[in-house]
């Protein structure tokens, strides 16, 4: 049978969100008559958690959606991109999917920062490689007779490796900087999920201080969803014990 072509319907969308975790791609495709090329990207479009997606394929999904991924890709290398990919996926396991958007700038930096400090490892080893190097021309040059040695290339072998003495003490010290950066950084961060942990504590205990934790729409829909659930199961087993 010829597969339908074409934009999906709103009804085929609907159907699509209600049974995405629970059949797979090809078994969506198949009920709808469709190609799983459709239902693949309307899957990764508007970030659902697909059957065949593990919690890593799905977060990688959310990631390449947020609207500063493409910004990413122009200040990075695509090794660096991928390690970015990877960190962001630990962070958000780590936390537990459960991230404010100040967390997520924080979380964001953190990485950027890792980035620029494994670039700048690799630029001090390029400078050590170009250190040896240099020490090698001016050893054979000073081993060569008095009267064969090219004193010019001497003077300048020299010259090069005090620059690039130079540049080596320049990246310690950018090294440096960016270490304690990220030190910050990751104790800000700690300290804001701190803080949120407490007025989750005192919200189980404080009517006041629930009722304000509502006001963040994050919390006012976990909290919804909850007492759908506790509604679900009450009344399944209500109707259990009848």
Aim: charged content about 35%; some cysteine; hydrophobic content about 35%.
């Amino acid at each position: 049978m010829t597969r339908k072509r074409g934009k999906l319907s709103n009804g085929e969308m609907d159907y699509i969100r209600q049974n995405c975790f629970d059949l797979s791609i090809d078994e969506i495709a198949e009920t709808l008559n469709r190609t799983d090329g459709p239902v693949r990207r309307f899957i990764d479009k508007e970030n659902l958690k697909a059957r065949d997606l593990t919690d890593d394929e799905h977060l990688l999904i959310n990631l390449r959606g947020r609207y500063y991924y493409k910004e990413l890709g122009k200040q990075f290398s695509n090794p660096e991109l991928i390690f970015f990919e990877h960190q962001w996926i630990d962070y958000f396991r780590q936390f537990t999917e459960d991230v404010t958007h100040t967390e997520e700038m924080q979380i964001l930096e953190v990485i950027r920062t890792e980035v620029l400090i494994n670039r700048g490892m690799e630029d001090r080893q390029d400078v050590l490689r170009n250190v040896n190097r240099l020490n090698q021309l001016i050893e054979d040059e000073i081993r060569k007779p008095t009267d064969m040695q090219d004193t010019q290339a001497l003077a300048s072998f020299q010259t090069q490796l005090g620059a690039a003495f130079a540049s080596k003490s320049a990246y310690i010290n950018e090294h440096e900087k960016l270490l304690t950066k990220k030190e910050r950084l990751l104790k800000d961060l700690k300290g804001t999920r701190e803080q949120r942990k407490r007025n989750t504590e005192d919200a189980k205990t404080n009517f006041s201080a629930w009722l304000k934790q509502l006001d963040d729409p994050e919390v006012r829909k976990r909290e919804g969803i909850d007492m759908e659930i506790n509604r679900i199961a009450a009344d399944k087993s209500v109707d259990a014990m009848s």
